[in-house]
């Protein structure tokens, strides 16, 4: 099972990037699919998350009306797409699959994590 993200690079403030994750090895649709970011001294956070199969997406407050989580059932794909970035966006972005047991989710599968940098 792999998840591959890419997509992070160099961007101005103000900019767009849109990452990637390519997901192989299972199915994944009874999976939600989040982004996480970790910036550099702080705590690992929630981004963005949406059930494979579909339905809503919830944001963490400070991306809300900026990015958008999305996929591509076709290509075995969710994307992140971020807008009007900031430079408090910098960070390690990292796609993952988790699975609700309890009511809670747990992530079952990382990716590697693509690092984006907002210059300001």
């Known amino acids: 099972v792999q998840l591959q993200a890419s997509g992070g690079g160099l961007v101005q403030a103000g900019g767009s990037l849109r990452l990637s994750c390519a997901a192989s090895?299972?199915?994944?649709?009874?999976?939600?699919m989040a982004w996480l970011r970790q910036a550099p001294g702080k705590e690992r956070e929630f981004v963005a998350r949406?059930?494979?199969?579909?339905?809503?997406?919830y944001y963490a407050d400070s991306v809300k009306g900026r990015f958008t989580i999305s996929r591509d059932n076709a290509k075995n794909t969710v994307y992140l797409q971020m807008t009007s970035l900031k430079p408090e966006d910098t960070a390690v972005y990292y796609c993952?699959?988790?699975?609700?047991?309890?009511?809670?989710?747990?992530?079952?599968?990382w990716g590697q994590g693509t690092l984006v940098t907002v210059s300001s």
């Open positions: 949406m059930r494979w199969s579909g339905g809503s997406t």
């Open positions: 993952a699959a988790g699975y609700y047991r309890g009511g809670f989710l747990d992530y079952d599968y």
């Open positions: 090895g299972r199915t994944f649709s009874n999976y939600a």
